[in-house]
């Protein structure tokens, strides 16, 4: 059996976040957990129209909010991801993003055991 340990507020925010965006954007959000010697790997997946290229990083920039549809009252400020990443760095772990060919967007979350 392992444990994690890590500030347990923060990091229910910063998956709640990811989670969240895979759900409204995606459709529905994936979780799959896998652990190696020495590190525990959480992908979040989604069904959704994935994510350009350019916007890849630019996601993770505070206030950007990549469907231009959206405004306050109908989305987020922007911060989700900018906070979660700040989270996952925090503790000492990485968070990336791809498009998988079969579709969709796939978070990628490392974190050191």
Partial sequence: KQ???G???LLKRAFNNIINNAIYYGGSAIILLTRSSNTIEIT???HGPGLSTEEME???TPFYRGESSRSRTTGGTGLGLT???EI???HQGTISLSNPPE???KVTISLPI
């Fill in 58 to 60: 630019k996601v993770f």
């Fill in 103 to 105: 579709g969709g967007l």
């Fill in 44 to 46: 979040i997946s989604d």
């Fill in 83 to 85: 906070i979660a990443r």
């Fill in 88 to 90: 996952i760095q925090m």
């Fill in 3 to 5: 444990v994690y340990s």
């Fill in 7 to 9: 500030a347990v507020n």
